[in-house]
């Protein structure tokens, strides 16, 4: 009986120094993490101006499909943005009609326009930029219209 304790209490040793083993290798090593992928298309609105995929300003541009993107991801997209209207004209953006509502609290839309004046039918070449916060959460697919206003 002797050698049939021995062994059950040397396995039970060996047991607990394993369990022991494991939990501090986990603590040393914490789990990778995890992410969502964000998949969106976007509206954009005019008023006063065209935008446009081309410097020839021939190929409309109605909407922008931001692709697959990670949490702490940015993307970015180059347009054409053309002064339709009669007189010089400075330019404005604005996002909304965000889905799901939460997206607008973890998405951001930035461009690069200067803020400079557009002649009558000169057009400016500006880069859109959506850059998606690293602590997302919840969101796998977004919407949201993009408006951009000349005004003169």
Same mark, same amino acid.
């Not at 976007?42 to 692709?67: K, M």
């Given at each position: 009986?002797?050698?049939?304790?021995?062994?059950?209490?040397?396995?039970?040793?060996?047991?607990?120094?394993?369990?022991?083993?494991?939990?501090?290798?986990?603590?040393?090593?914490?789990?990778? @993490?995890? /992410?969502?992928? +964000?998949? !969106?298309?976007?509206?954009?609105?005019?008023?006063?101006?065209?935008?446009? =995929?081309? &410097? @020839?300003? /021939?190929?409309? +541009?109605? !909407?922008?499909?931001?692709?697959?993107?990670?949490?702490?991801?940015?993307? =970015?997209? &180059?347009?054409?943005?053309?002064?339709?209207?009669?007189?010089?004209?400075?330019?404005?953006?604005?996002?909304?009609?965000?889905?799901?509502?939460?997206?607008?609290?973890?998405?951001?839309?930035?461009?690069?326009?200067?803020?400079?004046?557009?002649?009558?039918?000169?057009?400016?070449?500006?880069?859109?930029?959506?850059?998606?916060?690293?602590?997302?959460?919840?969101?796998?697919?977004?919407?949201?219209?993009?408006?951009?206003?000349?005004?003169?």
């Amino acid at each position: 009986m002797t050698s049939k304790e021995s062994i059950i209490t040397g396995a039970m040793i060996i047991l607990i120094t394993y369990t022991l083993g494991l939990s501090l290798v986990s603590q040393a090593f914490p789990a990778t @993490q995890t /992410s969502k992928t +964000l998949s !969106s298309t976007g509206t954009i609105e005019t008023i006063g101006v065209g935008v446009y =995929t081309d &410097i @020839q300003c /021939s190929s409309p +541009l109605t !909407s922008i499909a931001w692709g697959t993107l990670e949490p702490g991801e940015n993307q =970015t997209v &180059i347009c054409y943005i053309r002064n339709e209207g009669d007189l010089p004209s400075t330019l404005s953006m604005y996002t909304s009609n965000w889905n799901p509502s939460s997206a607008e609290n973890y998405l951001t839309l930035s461009w690069n326009y200067d803020g400079g004046y557009i002649n009558q039918d000169d057009s400016v070449q500006v880069t859109f930029t959506l850059t998606v916060d690293a602590s997302i959460e919840g969101i796998t697919n977004f919407s949201f219209d993009i408006t951009i206003v000349g005004s003169s």
